[in-house]
């Protein structure tokens, strides 16, 4: 069974960096890309970052490119995301997913898996 356990979140003054990581219970024909998501109080789901376990261009949501990094470790089935000028708007709880592929993350199709999420707050 596919499982995906998240680590990283807290709090941070807004500047500061974070570094969220997620790792996969067993890699499968639907986790061959993992990526971010993230939900605010009051507002919809977003898409932040997804890459593939092939390799390829990771993908961002333009709000956050420049500062955020998304990578992976493949002898460890684990992504990370790297948070750096952190915003206040950039608070919510951060989900990590998995799929079949990063553009269908993007587009916020195909999203099989979905972690419980941690929480990042970012203050003024």
């Known amino acids: 069974q596919v499982q995906l356990a998240e680590s990283g979140g807290g709090s941070v003054q807004a500047g500061g960096s974070l570094r969220l990581s997620c790792t996969v219970s067993v890699r499968t024909m639907n986790t061959l890309a993992m990526g971010w998501f993230r939900q605010a109080p009051g507002k919809e789901r977003e898409f932040v970052a997804a890459?593939?376990?092939?390799?390829?261009?990771?993908l961002y949501q333009e709000s956050v490119r420049g500062r955020f990094t998304i990578s992976q470790d493949n002898s460890k089935n684990t992504i990370f995301l790297q948070m750096s000028s952190l915003k206040p708007d950039d608070t919510g709880v951060y989900h990590c997913v998995a799929g079949v592929s990063a553009g269908g993350l993007a587009a916020q199709s195909g999203l099989d898996y979905w972690g419980k999420g941690t929480l990042v707050t970012v203050s003024l």
């Open positions: 890459i593939s376990w092939s390799g390829g261009r990771p």
